[in-house]
């Protein structure tokens, strides 16, 4: 937004980052440019009510102190109810920014056995129709793809209303030209071998068990990075061991963020094994951008998001089908740069989405 011409101002949620054990430097912080608003109590209030009431009197203070003209949040509702409350009684327009659907990675993450009574679960139908007040409600309503948009105008949005503002890649990436075997001596990885990475979190809906399975189809040619951390990691270790693997997988956990780049470059091939679940045929991940702006091939699920997120350019095979994936990753081994894969990142940088967003607020 910043990129693209627009003033900008972040207020962050209450307490953070002291409600995630973090201690805050100063109540006001620039970062990249954009100065940062902590909204930080000096007693945090006990009840839900006195916590939301405080939330909106101090995001009011800082609209005003900034002299903001629009209000935007993210999911999930419950930041909606404050900030279309501050809007309110600010008298200004509030945008609602939906980049997923919280009570649909919620019901992802229980058994699948209990995923059917879930669904039906309290929880699961009110947070939902929370979702949808909020996206009714909002002056506007920025979606990352075509299929959540069709989504809510299904749920009775107005079209009108509802603009599509995909996840995207800074532009430099897309014209770095790594040398792969300096990186990956850099990282510590094998110069020689062909190397498959996932860079992702470690849950269980990425399908990175069916990554382990396809591993055992292919030669020790091959070799499976894991980057990141999460609840799965301990779980997908041991299954390594137990496939007999385990010297061909190597989990490097979670990588600082300017360094990711050199992870995905020292790639062969990415792959997205993600399962044919709700929130995986429904939500684009961002993950995907990246690689392609780096000219790595993808290997992904077939499943509508992951199509729609990469422009339906890469390789796709059936979900939860370790034999089909690895007929992929050697299909994918033909193309060492996705051409038409940069081309499609070329198209999502985060320059160009600045740009939906302020045709977006200039339109009024």
């Given at each position: 937004?910043?990129?693209?011409?627009l003033?900008?101002?972040?207020?962050?949620?209450?307490?953070?980052?002291?409600?995630?054990g973090?201690?805050?430097?100063?109540?006001?912080?620039?970062?990249?440019?954009?100065?940062?608003?902590?909204?930080?109590?000096?007693?945090?209030?006990?009840?839900?009510?006195?916590?939301?009431?405080?939330?909106?009197?101090?995001?009011?203070?800082?609209?005003?102190?900034?002299?903001?003209?629009?209000?935007?949040?993210?999911?999930?509702?419950?930041?909606?109810l404050?900030v279309?409350?501050?809007?309110?009684?600010?008298e200004?327009?509030?945008v609602?920014?939906?980049?997923?659907?919280?009570?649909?990675?919620w019901?992802?993450?229980?058994?699948?056995?209990?995923q059917h009574?879930?669904r039906?679960?309290?929880?699961f139908?009110?947070?939902?129709a929370?979702?949808?007040a909020?996206?009714?409600?909002?002056?506007?309503?920025?979606?990352?793809?075509?299929i959540?948009?069709?989504?809510?105008?299904e749920?009775?949005?107005?079209?009108?209303?509802?603009?599509?503002?995909?996840n995207g890649?800074?532009?430099d990436?897309?014209?770095?030209?790594?040398?792969r075997?300096?990186?990956?001596?850099?990282?510590?990885?094998?110069?020689?071998?062909?190397?498959?990475?996932?860079i992702?979190?470690?849950?269980?809906?990425?399908?990175?068990?069916?990554?382990?399975?396809?591993?055992?189809?292919?030669?020790?040619?091959?070799?499976?990075?894991?980057?990141?951390?999460?609840q799965?990691?301990?779980?997908?270790?041991?299954?390594?061991?137990?496939?007999?693997?385990?010297?061909?997988?190597?989990?490097?956990?979670?990588q600082?963020?300017?360094?990711?780049?050199?992870?995905?470059?020292?790639?062969?091939?990415m792959?997205?094994?993600?399962?044919?679940t709700l929130?995986?045929?429904?939500?684009?991940p961002?993950?995907?951008?990246?690689?392609?702006?780096l000219?790595?091939?993808v290997?992904?699920s077939?499943?509508?998001a992951?199509?729609?997120?990469?422009?339906?350019?890469?390789?796709?095979?059936?979900?939860?089908?370790?034999?089909a994936?690895?007929?992929?990753?050697?299909?994918?081994m033909s193309?060492s740069i996705?051409?038409?894969?940069?081309?499609?990142?070329?198209?999502?940088?985060?320059?160009?989405?600045g740009?939906?967003?302020?045709?977006?607020?200039?339109?009024?």
């Open positions: 937004m910043q990129g693209a011409g003033e900008v101002a972040a207020a962050t949620r209450l307490g953070y980052p002291a409600v995630v973090r201690f805050a430097t100063a109540e006001q912080e620039f970062i990249d440019g954009i100065e940062y608003h902590r909204i930080l109590p000096s007693q945090y209030p006990e009840s839900l009510e006195a916590q939301q009431e405080t939330a909106i009197n101090a995001l009011i203070e800082v609209a005003r102190k900034t002299g903001a003209q629009v209000l935007q949040t993210t999911t999930g509702f419950e930041n909606a404050i279309s409350r501050a809007a309110m009684i600010l200004i327009p509030w609602y920014e939906m980049r997923g659907e919280p009570e649909r990675t019901l992802s993450k229980k058994p699948a056995i209990t009574v879930s039906h679960s309290e929880y139908r009110l947070a939902r929370q979702e949808l909020a996206a009714k409600a909002a002056a506007a309503v920025v979606v990352l793809s075509e959540s948009k069709q989504s809510l105008i749920r009775g949005v107005s079209p009108e209303k509802i603009v599509i503002a995909p890649v800074e532009g990436l897309l014209d770095k030209k790594p040398d075997a300096e990186l990956r001596s850099e990282l510590g990885l094998p110069i020689s071998k062909i190397i498959v990475g996932a992702t979190a470690v849950v269980d809906y990425e399908g990175l068990d069916f990554f382990l399975q396809a591993m055992t189809k292919l030669g020790p040619e091959f070799l499976a990075i894991i980057v990141g951390d999460g799965k990691l301990s779980e997908l270790q041991s299954l390594a061991t137990s496939l007999g693997i385990g010297d061909r997988v190597q989990f490097v956990g979670k600082p963020h300017k360094d990711i780049w050199k992870w995905y470059s020292a790639l062969d091939m792959v997205v094994p993600r399962k044919d929130v995986c045929r429904t939500v684009t961002i993950k995907t951008i990246a690689a392609q702006a000219g790595i091939p290997v992904a077939d499943l509508p992951l199509r729609e997120v990469t422009g339906e350019v890469e390789t796709y095979v059936q979900p939860e089908d370790p034999v994936l690895s007929l992929g990753i050697k299909e994918a193309r996705s051409t038409r894969g940069k081309q499609w990142a070329s198209q999502r940088t985060w320059a160009k989405i740009e939906v967003f302020r045709n977006l607020y200039l339109a009024g």
